[in-house]
């Protein structure tokens, strides 16, 4: 192979590696009534239930599953169990 070609596959391997979700990122790191999305959604809270949210997807990470919300200390609880 050639310089250039080398260059331009060197290029493509670093834009892979920067991009893909790390090994970290998984359903194993979420915590108790957390699930992992690689497309994140608007979640609500306990103290506000229903956030005026967009479509697009959120950064890839833990989230509550759509019938719970994000307590005050951080944990995702069933909706009827928020105060």
Known sequence: ??????????????????TAVSPG?????????????TCGHCEGTCLGPNPGCTKYCRPPGCYCPKSFARAE?????PRAECA
């Open 1 to 18: 192979m050639n310089a250039k070609t080398i260059s331009i596959l060197v290029i493509f391997a670093l834009i892979a590696s920067t």
């Open 73 to 77: 200390n951080d944990d995702c609880v």
């Open 25 to 37: 990122d998984s359903q194993a790191d979420c915590g108790t009534n957390e699930v992992f999305h």
